[in-house]
Protein backbone atom coordinates (compact mmCIF):
# COMPACT_ATOMS: atom_id res chain seq x y z
CA UNK A 1 0.00 0.00 0.00
CA UNK A 2 1.46 3.39 -1.14
CA UNK A 3 2.30 5.63 2.00
CA UNK A 4 0.00 8.37 1.14
CA UNK A 5 -2.69 5.50 0.81
CA UNK A 6 -1.91 4.20 4.50
CA UNK A 7 -1.62 7.24 6.26
CA UNK A 8 -4.86 8.22 5.00
CA UNK A 9 -6.21 5.25 6.17
CA UNK A 10 -5.12 5.56 9.74
CA UNK A 11 -6.50 8.91 10.21
CA UNK A 12 -9.58 7.72 9.09
CA UNK A 13 -9.36 4.86 11.78
CA UNK A 14 -8.01 7.41 14.13
CA UNK A 15 -11.05 9.20 13.49
CA UNK A 16 -13.58 6.20 14.08
CA UNK A 17 -11.54 5.39 16.97
CA UNK A 18 -12.51 9.18 18.69
CA UNK A 19 -15.78 9.04 17.60
CA UNK A 20 -16.28 6.05 19.35
CA UNK A 21 -14.97 7.12 22.47
CA UNK A 22 -17.03 10.27 22.74
CA UNK A 23 -20.47 7.68 21.78
CA UNK A 24 -18.87 5.17 24.73
CA UNK A 25 -18.36 8.18 26.94
CA UNK A 26 -21.50 9.51 26.44
CA UNK A 27 -23.95 6.48 26.88
CA UNK A 28 -22.05 5.92 30.28
CA UNK A 29 -23.09 9.19 31.48
CA UNK A 30 -26.67 8.25 30.53
CA UNK A 31 -26.92 5.43 31.79
CA UNK A 32 -25.78 6.68 35.13
CA UNK A 33 -29.30 8.33 35.40
CA UNK A 34 -31.08 5.06 34.59
CA UNK A 35 -32.68 2.44 37.10
CA UNK A 36 -30.07 0.31 38.49
CA UNK A 37 -31.07 -1.81 41.92
CA UNK A 38 -27.63 -2.13 42.96
CA UNK A 39 -27.99 0.42 45.31
CA UNK A 40 -29.02 -2.26 47.54
CA UNK A 41 -26.23 -4.46 47.31
CA UNK A 42 -23.51 -1.58 48.14
CA UNK A 43 -24.65 -0.61 51.36
CA UNK A 44 -24.34 -3.79 53.17
CA UNK A 45 -25.77 -2.26 56.75
CA UNK A 46 -28.55 0.29 57.93
CA UNK A 47 -29.79 2.42 55.25
CA UNK A 48 -32.78 4.54 55.36
CA UNK A 49 -34.07 2.80 58.63
CA UNK A 50 -33.71 -0.64 56.52
CA UNK A 51 -30.97 -3.19 56.84
CA UNK A 52 -29.44 -4.35 53.81
CA UNK A 53 -26.92 -7.39 54.20
CA UNK A 54 -27.02 -8.28 50.94
CA UNK A 55 -23.38 -8.00 48.67
CA UNK A 56 -21.97 -8.45 45.35
CA UNK A 57 -18.14 -8.50 45.18
CA UNK A 58 -17.85 -9.78 41.67
CA UNK A 59 -20.45 -6.93 40.74
CA UNK A 60 -18.46 -4.52 42.81
CA UNK A 61 -14.93 -4.83 40.78
CA UNK A 62 -16.26 -5.49 37.46
CA UNK A 63 -18.34 -2.12 37.65
CA UNK A 64 -14.49 -0.67 38.71
CA UNK A 65 -13.02 -2.14 35.37
CA UNK A 66 -16.02 -0.22 33.73
CA UNK A 67 -15.22 2.73 35.15
CA UNK A 68 -12.06 2.74 34.19
CA UNK A 69 -12.81 1.83 30.77
CA UNK A 70 -14.98 4.98 30.00
CA UNK A 71 -11.96 7.05 31.50
CA UNK A 72 -9.08 5.10 29.87
CA UNK A 73 -10.76 4.81 26.55
CA UNK A 74 -11.23 8.48 25.62
CA UNK A 75 -7.61 9.39 26.65
CA UNK A 76 -6.06 6.59 24.67
CA UNK A 77 -8.13 7.56 21.68
CA UNK A 78 -6.88 11.63 21.44
CA UNK A 79 -3.34 11.67 23.24
CA UNK A 80 -0.53 9.68 21.74
CA UNK A 81 0.61 7.67 25.40
CA UNK A 82 1.23 3.93 25.05
CA UNK A 83 0.26 3.41 28.22
CA UNK A 84 -3.77 3.99 28.06
CA UNK A 85 -3.10 2.48 24.64
CA UNK A 86 -1.90 -0.42 26.74
CA UNK A 87 -4.33 -0.24 29.52
CA UNK A 88 -7.30 -0.03 27.16
CA UNK A 89 -5.96 -2.84 24.97
CA UNK A 90 -5.17 -5.11 27.62
CA UNK A 91 -7.01 -4.04 30.46
CA UNK A 92 -10.29 -2.54 29.19
CA UNK A 93 -10.97 -5.27 26.70
CA UNK A 94 -10.81 -8.19 29.08
CA UNK A 95 -13.28 -6.53 31.60
CA UNK A 96 -15.62 -6.02 28.60
CA UNK A 97 -15.59 -10.08 27.89
CA UNK A 98 -15.54 -10.59 31.69
CA UNK A 99 -19.40 -8.38 31.82
CA UNK A 100 -20.37 -9.93 28.20
CA UNK A 101 -20.09 -13.21 30.24
CA UNK A 102 -21.93 -12.14 33.35
CA UNK A 103 -24.20 -10.39 30.91
CA UNK A 104 -27.37 -11.50 33.58
CA UNK A 105 -25.74 -10.36 36.68
CA UNK A 106 -25.86 -6.75 35.23
CA UNK A 107 -29.17 -7.09 33.48
CA UNK A 108 -30.62 -8.64 37.08
CA UNK A 109 -29.78 -4.99 38.25
CA UNK A 110 -30.67 -3.24 35.41
CA UNK A 111 -34.44 -4.49 34.73
CA UNK A 112 -35.51 -4.75 38.48
CA UNK A 113 -37.84 -2.16 39.31
CA UNK A 114 -36.61 -1.20 42.98
CA UNK A 115 -33.79 1.32 42.21
CA UNK A 116 -34.22 5.36 42.00
CA UNK A 117 -33.37 5.94 39.14
CA UNK A 118 -35.52 6.53 35.68
CA UNK A 119 -36.66 2.91 34.90
CA UNK A 120 -36.14 1.89 31.42
CA UNK A 121 -37.65 -1.13 29.62
CA UNK A 122 -35.83 -4.04 29.30
CA UNK A 123 -35.36 -4.24 25.90
CA UNK A 124 -33.63 -0.65 25.74
CA UNK A 125 -31.08 -2.09 29.16
CA UNK A 126 -30.02 -4.80 26.35
CA UNK A 127 -29.39 -2.63 23.86
CA UNK A 128 -27.66 -0.12 26.20
CA UNK A 129 -25.26 -1.90 28.07
CA UNK A 130 -24.27 -4.42 24.64
CA UNK A 131 -23.34 -1.23 22.75
CA UNK A 132 -21.03 -0.46 26.09
CA UNK A 133 -19.51 -3.69 25.70
CA UNK A 134 -19.20 -3.53 22.38
CA UNK A 135 -18.08 0.19 21.88
CA UNK A 136 -15.59 -1.10 24.75
CA UNK A 137 -13.90 -4.30 22.76
CA UNK A 138 -13.72 -2.35 19.26
CA UNK A 139 -12.00 0.19 20.32
CA UNK A 140 -9.35 -1.88 21.94
CA UNK A 141 -9.30 -3.74 18.86
CA UNK A 142 -8.96 -0.85 16.53
CA UNK A 143 -6.34 0.40 18.62
CA UNK A 144 -4.72 -3.09 18.50
CA UNK A 145 -4.42 -3.98 14.74
CA UNK A 146 -6.34 -0.57 13.26
CA UNK A 147 -3.36 1.76 14.45
CA UNK A 148 -1.15 -1.36 14.91
CA UNK A 149 -0.29 -0.39 18.14
CA UNK A 150 1.01 -3.69 20.65
CA UNK A 151 2.57 -4.04 23.84
CA UNK A 152 6.68 -4.21 23.33
CA UNK A 153 7.55 -7.30 25.64
CA UNK A 154 11.09 -6.72 25.20
CA UNK A 155 10.97 -3.52 26.65
CA UNK A 156 11.26 -3.40 30.72
CA UNK A 157 10.07 -0.11 30.95
CA UNK A 158 6.59 -0.69 29.20
CA UNK A 159 5.88 -3.56 31.89
CA UNK A 160 6.97 -1.41 34.46
CA UNK A 161 4.72 1.48 33.40
CA UNK A 162 1.86 -0.87 32.80
CA UNK A 163 1.79 -2.27 36.08
CA UNK A 164 3.02 -0.06 38.14
CA UNK A 165 0.46 2.63 37.09
CA UNK A 166 -2.56 0.73 36.06
CA UNK A 167 -3.58 0.17 40.31
CA UNK A 168 -2.71 3.84 40.36
CA UNK A 169 -5.12 4.16 37.74
CA UNK A 170 -7.76 2.06 39.52
CA UNK A 171 -7.39 4.28 42.89
CA UNK A 172 -7.84 7.16 41.23
CA UNK A 173 -11.08 6.17 39.23
CA UNK A 174 -12.39 4.51 42.47
CA UNK A 175 -16.32 4.57 42.28
CA UNK A 176 -18.07 5.87 44.75
CA UNK A 177 -19.77 2.62 45.62
CA UNK A 178 -16.89 0.99 46.01
CA UNK A 179 -15.70 1.23 49.42
CA UNK A 180 -19.19 0.73 50.86
CA UNK A 181 -19.75 -2.09 48.69
CA UNK A 182 -16.92 -4.52 49.84
CA UNK A 183 -16.41 -2.92 53.65
CA UNK A 184 -20.13 -1.91 54.48
CA UNK A 185 -20.92 1.10 56.91
CA UNK A 186 -18.28 1.68 59.96
CA UNK A 187 -19.49 3.50 62.95
CA UNK A 188 -16.38 6.00 62.12
CA UNK A 189 -17.31 9.85 61.51
CA UNK A 190 -15.27 13.00 60.06
CA UNK A 191 -15.70 16.05 61.92
CA UNK A 192 -13.90 18.97 61.41
CA UNK A 193 -10.32 19.18 62.53
CA UNK A 194 -10.31 15.76 64.03
CA UNK A 195 -7.69 13.23 62.96
CA UNK A 196 -9.70 11.37 59.53
CA UNK A 197 -9.85 15.17 58.37
CA UNK A 198 -6.76 16.18 58.77
CA UNK A 199 -5.22 12.74 57.12
CA UNK A 200 -7.58 14.00 54.29
CA UNK A 201 -6.50 17.59 54.05
CA UNK A 202 -2.95 16.46 53.97
CA UNK A 203 -3.77 13.27 51.17
CA UNK A 204 -5.36 16.18 49.07
CA UNK A 205 -2.38 18.08 48.98
CA UNK A 206 0.10 15.38 49.24
CA UNK A 207 -1.93 14.34 45.81
CA UNK A 208 -1.54 17.67 43.78
CA UNK A 209 2.48 17.91 45.33
CA UNK A 210 2.72 14.12 43.81
CA UNK A 211 1.07 14.93 40.32
CA UNK A 212 3.03 18.03 39.70
CA UNK A 213 6.52 17.04 40.86
CA UNK A 214 5.44 13.69 38.31
CA UNK A 215 4.70 15.64 35.23
CA UNK A 216 5.88 19.22 35.65
CA UNK A 217 8.55 17.97 32.88
CA UNK A 218 6.53 16.06 30.59
CA UNK A 219 5.83 17.58 27.23
CA UNK A 220 2.61 19.56 26.50
CA UNK A 221 0.44 16.43 25.55
CA UNK A 222 1.26 14.77 28.50
CA UNK A 223 0.37 17.43 30.85
CA UNK A 224 -2.98 17.84 28.89
CA UNK A 225 -3.73 14.48 29.26
CA UNK A 226 -3.32 14.03 32.84
CA UNK A 227 -5.48 16.95 33.59
CA UNK A 228 -8.24 15.62 31.27
CA UNK A 229 -7.88 11.92 32.50
CA UNK A 230 -8.89 13.62 36.20
CA UNK A 231 -11.57 16.26 34.43
CA UNK A 232 -13.06 13.20 32.89
CA UNK A 233 -13.47 10.89 36.04
CA UNK A 234 -14.50 14.04 38.05
CA UNK A 235 -17.24 14.57 35.94
CA UNK A 236 -18.89 10.73 35.19
CA UNK A 237 -18.24 10.26 39.38
CA UNK A 238 -20.71 13.28 39.33
CA UNK A 239 -23.47 12.21 37.52
CA UNK A 240 -22.86 8.21 39.19
CA UNK A 241 -24.41 9.88 42.46
CA UNK A 242 -27.54 9.73 40.26
CA UNK A 243 -27.71 5.54 41.05
CA UNK A 244 -28.55 6.54 44.58
CA UNK A 245 -30.65 9.64 44.24
CA UNK A 246 -32.34 11.48 41.27
CA UNK A 247 -33.59 14.67 43.03
CA UNK A 248 -34.53 18.38 42.47
CA UNK A 249 -31.61 19.05 45.20
CA UNK A 250 -28.97 16.83 43.23
CA UNK A 251 -29.05 18.88 40.16
CA UNK A 252 -25.27 20.34 39.69
CA UNK A 253 -26.03 23.40 40.79
CA UNK A 254 -23.90 24.03 44.38
CA UNK A 255 -20.75 25.40 42.92
CA UNK A 256 -18.35 22.25 43.92
CA UNK A 257 -21.23 20.03 42.14
CA UNK A 258 -21.05 22.56 38.84
CA UNK A 259 -17.49 22.42 39.32
CA UNK A 260 -17.49 18.65 38.41
CA UNK A 261 -18.74 20.00 34.99
CA UNK A 262 -16.90 22.99 34.32
CA UNK A 263 -13.41 21.96 34.83
CA UNK A 264 -14.11 19.76 31.67
CA UNK A 265 -15.62 22.41 30.09
CA UNK A 266 -12.89 24.83 30.51
CA UNK A 267 -10.37 21.93 29.69
CA UNK A 268 -11.99 21.34 26.03
CA UNK A 269 -13.24 25.30 25.22
CA UNK A 270 -9.41 26.40 25.97
CA UNK A 271 -10.96 29.84 27.16
CA UNK A 272 -8.87 31.24 29.52
CA UNK A 273 -12.03 33.37 30.86
CA UNK A 274 -14.11 30.88 31.44
CA UNK A 275 -11.59 28.65 33.63
CA UNK A 276 -10.51 31.63 35.64
CA UNK A 277 -13.38 31.54 36.79
CA UNK A 278 -13.72 28.02 37.56
CA UNK A 279 -10.23 28.72 39.26
CA UNK A 280 -11.47 31.95 41.14
CA UNK A 281 -14.82 30.66 42.32
CA UNK A 282 -14.71 26.91 42.27
CA UNK A 283 -11.05 26.13 43.65
CA UNK A 284 -12.04 28.32 47.80
CA UNK A 285 -15.20 26.77 47.57
CA UNK A 286 -14.09 23.09 47.77
CA UNK A 287 -11.01 23.98 50.29
CA UNK A 288 -13.67 25.16 52.56
CA UNK A 289 -15.16 21.85 52.24
CA UNK A 290 -12.07 19.69 52.41
CA UNK A 291 -11.46 22.09 55.79
CA UNK A 292 -15.31 21.82 57.40
CA UNK A 293 -16.39 18.70 55.78
CA UNK A 294 -19.91 18.38 55.82
CA UNK A 295 -20.69 14.92 56.26
CA UNK A 296 -22.99 13.13 58.56
CA UNK A 297 -22.64 9.27 57.76
CA UNK A 298 -19.63 6.72 58.90
CA UNK A 299 -16.36 7.59 56.70
CA UNK A 300 -17.08 4.63 54.35
CA UNK A 301 -20.31 5.72 53.06
CA UNK A 302 -21.85 6.40 49.73
CA UNK A 303 -22.82 10.25 50.16
CA UNK A 304 -19.39 10.24 52.30
CA UNK A 305 -17.57 9.06 49.42
CA UNK A 306 -18.61 10.97 47.06
CA UNK A 307 -17.96 14.34 49.16
CA UNK A 308 -14.25 13.72 49.58
CA UNK A 309 -14.12 12.38 45.77
CA UNK A 310 -15.61 15.44 44.72
CA UNK A 311 -14.21 18.53 46.51
CA UNK A 312 -10.84 16.14 46.49
CA UNK A 313 -10.57 16.69 42.78
CA UNK A 314 -12.54 20.18 41.76
CA UNK A 315 -9.65 21.28 44.62
CA UNK A 316 -6.89 19.88 43.22
CA UNK A 317 -7.36 19.87 39.02
CA UNK A 318 -7.66 23.62 38.43
CA UNK A 319 -4.59 24.39 40.85
CA UNK A 320 -2.88 21.14 38.50
CA UNK A 321 -3.83 23.09 35.56
CA UNK A 322 -2.12 26.17 36.63
CA UNK A 323 0.90 25.20 37.83
CA UNK A 324 1.61 22.69 34.90
CA UNK A 325 0.49 25.81 32.52
CA UNK A 326 -2.05 23.43 30.89
CA UNK A 327 -3.98 27.14 30.99
CA UNK A 328 -3.01 30.47 30.82
CA UNK A 329 -2.07 31.83 34.27
CA UNK A 330 -4.86 34.61 35.70
CA UNK A 331 -4.07 38.08 34.81
CA UNK A 332 -5.75 41.24 36.13
CA UNK A 333 -8.73 40.70 33.73
CA UNK A 334 -9.32 37.45 35.28
CA UNK A 335 -11.36 39.37 38.46
CA UNK A 336 -13.48 40.40 35.60
CA UNK A 337 -14.25 36.94 34.35
CA UNK A 338 -15.02 35.91 38.10
CA UNK A 339 -17.21 38.66 39.25
CA UNK A 340 -19.23 38.34 35.58
CA UNK A 341 -19.24 34.27 36.02
CA UNK A 342 -20.19 34.70 39.94
CA UNK A 343 -22.86 37.00 39.75
CA UNK A 344 -24.46 35.24 36.83
CA UNK A 345 -23.94 31.64 39.29
CA UNK A 346 -25.72 33.63 42.04
CA UNK A 347 -28.65 35.07 40.03
CA UNK A 348 -29.44 31.80 38.13
CA UNK A 349 -29.22 29.68 41.93
CA UNK A 350 -31.56 32.61 43.99
CA UNK A 351 -34.22 32.52 41.16
CA UNK A 352 -33.87 28.66 40.59
CA UNK A 353 -34.26 28.35 44.44
CA UNK A 354 -37.30 30.70 45.02
CA UNK A 355 -38.91 29.05 42.15
CA UNK A 356 -37.76 25.56 43.10
CA UNK A 357 -39.19 26.23 46.61
CA UNK A 358 -42.39 28.57 46.27
CA UNK A 359 -44.14 26.52 43.09
CA UNK A 360 -41.88 23.45 42.40
CA UNK A 361 -42.10 21.49 45.56
CA UNK A 362 -44.21 18.40 46.13
CA UNK A 363 -43.55 16.82 49.15
CA UNK A 364 -45.48 13.53 47.79
CA UNK A 365 -43.06 14.03 44.64
CA UNK A 366 -39.87 11.57 44.34
CA UNK A 367 -38.15 14.54 42.71
CA UNK A 368 -39.32 18.22 43.71
CA UNK A 369 -37.98 18.33 46.89
CA UNK A 370 -36.77 21.48 48.79
CA UNK A 371 -33.51 23.19 47.28
CA UNK A 372 -30.48 25.23 49.13
CA UNK A 373 -28.50 26.02 46.11
CA UNK A 374 -24.89 27.76 47.13
CA UNK A 375 -26.75 27.83 50.70
CA UNK A 376 -28.63 30.60 50.35
CA UNK A 377 -32.00 29.06 51.51
CA UNK A 378 -30.88 27.34 54.94
CA UNK A 379 -28.99 28.88 57.87
CA UNK A 380 -25.84 26.89 57.05
CA UNK A 381 -23.59 30.45 56.71
CA UNK A 382 -25.83 31.83 59.59
CA UNK A 383 -24.06 29.52 62.61
CA UNK A 384 -20.55 30.69 61.17
CA UNK A 385 -21.48 33.99 61.11
CA UNK A 386 -23.79 34.64 63.58
CA UNK A 387 -23.32 38.45 62.20
CA UNK A 388 -25.39 38.17 59.66
CA UNK A 389 -28.43 37.83 61.61
CA UNK A 390 -29.25 41.27 60.79
CA UNK A 391 -30.24 40.63 57.55
CA UNK A 392 -32.78 38.05 58.13
CA UNK A 393 -35.18 40.96 59.54
CA UNK A 394 -36.45 41.64 56.10
CA UNK A 395 -37.84 38.58 54.56
CA UNK A 396 -40.81 37.90 51.56
CA UNK A 397 -43.07 35.12 51.99
CA UNK A 398 -43.97 33.56 48.47
CA UNK A 399 -46.58 31.03 48.42
CA UNK A 400 -46.02 30.21 51.93
CA UNK A 401 -42.58 29.96 51.49
CA UNK A 402 -40.05 32.80 53.59
CA UNK A 403 -36.64 33.97 51.96
CA UNK A 404 -34.29 36.15 52.85
CA UNK A 405 -33.11 38.85 50.44
CA UNK A 406 -30.48 40.43 52.38
CA UNK A 407 -29.12 37.38 53.92
CA UNK A 408 -28.62 36.16 50.38
CA UNK A 409 -27.08 39.14 48.96
CA UNK A 410 -24.57 39.34 52.04
CA UNK A 411 -23.55 35.73 51.24
CA UNK A 412 -22.86 36.68 47.77
CA UNK A 413 -20.40 39.48 49.08
CA UNK A 414 -18.48 37.95 51.22
CA UNK A 415 -18.33 34.77 49.53
CA UNK A 416 -16.70 37.01 46.37
CA UNK A 417 -14.62 39.34 48.66
CA UNK A 418 -13.49 35.56 49.89
CA UNK A 419 -12.24 34.67 46.38
CA UNK A 420 -10.86 37.93 45.53
CA UNK A 421 -8.30 37.55 48.08
CA UNK A 422 -7.58 34.25 46.61
CA UNK A 423 -6.38 35.53 43.53
CA UNK A 424 -3.63 37.35 44.90
CA UNK A 425 -2.52 34.52 46.85
CA UNK A 426 -1.93 32.53 43.53
CA UNK A 427 -0.03 35.30 42.47
CA UNK A 428 2.54 34.99 45.69
CA UNK A 429 2.07 30.82 44.79
CA UNK A 430 2.57 31.49 41.08
CA UNK A 431 6.19 33.46 41.84
CA UNK A 432 7.40 30.98 44.47
CA UNK A 433 6.54 28.23 41.79
CA UNK A 434 8.53 29.79 38.88
CA UNK A 435 11.32 30.78 41.07
CA UNK A 436 11.51 26.98 42.05
CA UNK A 437 11.26 26.32 38.45
CA UNK A 438 14.01 28.10 37.36
CA UNK A 439 16.36 27.15 40.35
CA UNK A 440 15.56 23.58 38.97
CA UNK A 441 16.60 24.33 35.52
CA UNK A 442 19.66 26.11 36.38
CA UNK A 443 20.58 22.59 38.33
CA UNK A 444 19.80 20.55 35.36
CA UNK A 445 21.95 22.71 33.29
CA UNK A 446 24.84 22.59 35.32
CA UNK A 447 24.76 18.66 35.87
CA UNK A 448 24.46 18.45 31.90
CA UNK A 449 27.37 20.65 31.61
CA UNK A 450 29.49 18.18 34.46
CA UNK A 451 28.05 15.07 32.17
CA UNK A 452 26.22 13.92 34.95
CA UNK A 453 23.24 13.70 32.46
CA UNK A 454 25.12 11.67 29.83
CA UNK A 455 23.31 8.62 29.52
CA UNK A 456 20.01 9.55 30.85
CA UNK A 457 17.39 10.84 29.42
CA UNK A 458 16.97 14.60 29.73
CA UNK A 459 13.59 16.40 31.60
CA UNK A 460 11.76 18.72 29.29
CA UNK A 461 13.24 22.32 30.48
CA UNK A 462 9.94 24.08 29.68
CA UNK A 463 6.25 24.03 30.04
CA UNK A 464 5.15 24.90 26.81
CA UNK A 465 7.03 22.87 24.38
Not at 121 to 147: A, D, K, V
Not at 391 to 402: A, E, K, M, Q, S
Not at 405 to 415: G, K, N, Q, S, T
Not at 436 to 453: C, M, T, V
Amino acid sequence: MPDGVEQNTNKKIVKIIKTLAIILFVLAVLRSFLNDSFIWVINGGNYAEHYYKTTDILQSLLRWGLTLSFIVLPCAAFFKTRVLKNVAIYFCVPIAVLCFIFYGNFLHYFTTNSGRGIFAPEWLRHIEFCLELILIISIGLLLRFGTKHKFDVHNKTEWINFFGLLPLMLLIVIPVYLPQSLFGFTNLFMKPLSIFNILWIAIVFGLLAVLYFAFRFKDKETRLMICTFLSLFLFYHYNSIYLMDLLMSRLPFQLCNLGSFLILIALLCKKPWFFNFVLLANVPGALIAVCVPDVSEGILSFWNIHFYIEHTWVLVIPLLIVALRVMPRPKKNALLSFIAGFSVYFVFCAVSGIIANCFLYDPSSSFFNKVNYFYLFNDTVLQVFGFLRFTRITYITLNGYVFYPFYMLAIYVLYALYCIAFYFIYKKLIKIGDDHFGYRRLRIDLRNEKGKYKNRKMPKLAYDD
